[in-house]
């Protein structure tokens, strides 16, 4: 395939979990525009998970009407099973099949100190965030594995993946989406369907409530233009898209893959606390970073390490 071969999706249905404003919008709009009918979800919450309206989708479905495009409007709250199953049906009942789920609806709290956070406050960005995930690819999930093919794109963070400050909830909850992701791209596989993580950056009502400077946030909204993470999201919603497992940042007109990884580390049967301080830069060498697939080739290189190091 040529850059200048286009990447079409007609023919393919997408269904796009909080697309009726900020960054979701511009993935359903993006999609339409390379063929895709799309199932425009959004509750019409607030950024913290207050309230509802079903103006937020009919406006983005307007907007793909008026282009020529083909979607429908899903008001409906996916982080529950109900909510997530009517989603899915819609696309069915409307379009006939779903073959590309973007897993995008979250809430964030507004930040502070993780003392003055509530278990029922982790409770609540969890749902709307790690468990509207869940909820609609386990209700996507029967179809794409009948159909054998799927392109199951979640949403995680830089907040999950390197933390941020004040907002312990919302970290935890897109550090799961990350696990999840990574362990759902092992069983997928097999069945035709890849799942794949992006974590987009973009100036939307979110970004709002946490940058509190006027100077960066003045910055930031001409920098983090919501509809450059668009592009990812195409690419891996495409059929010839064959990664898998794989996380993605998209911020600003760049996009890079995030890697974890570790290195050989220190080796010592007898090892001490003492013998720990005196071999910490062998503990956290960036030098001889080894990444693994799964956590099945981690034990097989930490067995292979034994037999090294007996």
């Known amino acids: ?5 286009l990447l079409r999706l007609d023919g393919r249905v997408a269904l796009v979990t909080g697309s ?8 359903a709009l993006a999609l339409a525009s390379r063929g895709a ?8 919450c607030s950024v913290e998970g207050a309230g509802s309206s079903p103006e937020p ?9 008026s282009a020529g495009g083909r979607a429908v409007a899903s008001p409906v ?32 709290r507004r930040r502070r100190p993780f003392q003055l956070w509530a278990l029922e406050d982790f409770a609540q960005v969890w749902r709307h965030s790690m468990g509207a995930t869940v909820a609609t690819v386990r209700a996507a999930w029967p ?24 907002s312990t909830p919302y970290s935890a909850a897109k550090a799961a989406v990350y696990g999840f ?11 035709g369907i890849l799942v794949n993580a992006i974590g987009p950056g973009g100036w939307t009502r979110m970004l709002t409530g946490i940058v509190t400077d006027p100077v960066a946030a003045a910055e930031l909204r001409t920098t983090l233009l919501p509809e450059l993470c668009a ?14 497992g794989r996380v993605y940042q998209a911020h600003g007109g760049r996009v890079a893959e995030v890697s974890v990884g570790e290195p050989d580390g220190f080796w010592d049967r007898d090892m001490t606390p003492e013998s720990l301080v005196a071999a910490r830069a062998r503990i956290e060498s960036k030098s001889d970073l080894v990444f693994h697939t799964d956590s099945y080739s981690h034990a097989t290189l930490l067995r292979a390490g034994y037999h090294r190091h007996k």
């Not at 989708?57 to 009407?65: L, P, Q, Y």
């Not at 794409?144 to 390197?162: E, F, P």
């Open 1 to 5: 395939m040529t850059e200048r071969t």
């Open 20 to 27: 009726g404003r900020g960054i979701g919008r511009e993935y």
């Open 37 to 44: 009918e799309v199932v425009v979800n959004d509750l019409g």
């Open 57 to 65: 989708s009919r406006a983005v479905v307007a907007e793909i009407e």
């Open 77 to 108: 709250d996916v982080s529950t099973q109900e909510g997530a199953d009517s989603a899915v049906e819609s696309a069915i009942d409307t379009f006939g099949h779903l073959d590309i789920v973007v897993a995008n609806a979250a809430v964030i």
């Open 143 to 166: 179809h794409l594995m009948a159909q054998r093919y799927g392109r199951v794109i979640t949403t995680t963070s830089t907040a999950g993946l390197y933390g941020q400050v004040d």
């Open 181 to 191: 992701t990574r362990s759902l791209a092992l069983e997928s596989a097999q069945h």
């Open 231 to 244: 592009p990812a999201v195409l690419w891996l919603a495409h059929d010839s898209c064959d990664v898998n």
